[in-house]
């Protein structure tokens, strides 16, 4: 399937049907650079939001609202916005993809930060598998990761799974899976292949934003858990999954 750049466009900004989504994600698993490209318009997304959100919520100067110069004004704030908005386009583009659409892999941390502050808050479709057909999920991810995959269970630290996606990353297919305590609060486990096969299985902390992230190495794999939750409890909870994936 060949994939334009006006449709990577569209799936980052969720605006592809479901079954046009699915392609596009099939190829990006199995097109590192096309992946790495998403991978940073989502990292511009995110910086734009972070840089002019505040703005938007920022009341509107009493100079704006004089009747005999509103008008004008008001095209001059627009056109000021949109310059803005330009320049911190320009910037991050430039910052997150080199020449000729070369990039810069964000950390482990910092991919597996973004992919859960992308989808967590989600409230109808937070997964694309749900945790009733677990198996299946499990099955389909580690086909398209190539190794056998497990979610863990986290009923004991006070998490039930949700379910679980098939991500893009720098380095071809990513599996999510995703958890939600009682209140309704979501953590997920991003599982990547690494370059190199090692062993470097000590944790690793990270705090992104408001996102939490312990992850670490173990063999072809990153693993990384992510979640808006209190450093101590995250780790009790890494604790737990590594133990089930190393038993």
Known sequence: MKVTEHELHAYVDEGLAPPARREVEAHL??????????????????ALRAAFDPVLNEPIPDRLRRIDTTRRSTRIAVAAGW?????????????LVGVRGGLTPPSLARQAAIAHAVYSPEIRH????GAAEQEHLVNWLSKRLGAKLKAPLLAAEGFELVGGRLLPGPGGAVAQFMYQDARGKRLTLYVTRVE????????RFSQEDRVAVFYWIDGPFGYALSGEF?????LEVAT????????
Not at 31 to 39: G, I, K, L, M, N
Request: proline share 4%; aromatic share 8%.
């Open 29 to 46: 698993a199995e097109h590192a650079e096309d992946a790495a490209r998403v991978q940073a318009y989502r990292e511009q997304n995110a």
């Open 196 to 203: 190199s096969a090692q062993r470097d299985t000590a944790f």
């Open 83 to 95: 310059l803005a908005v330009g320049a911190a386009v320009g910037w991050f583009a430039h910052a």
């Open 240 to 247: 737990a999954v590594y133990k089930q994936l190393n038993p």
């Open 126 to 129: 937070p997964v694309e598998v």
């Open 230 to 234: 209190a450093k101590s409890q995250l």
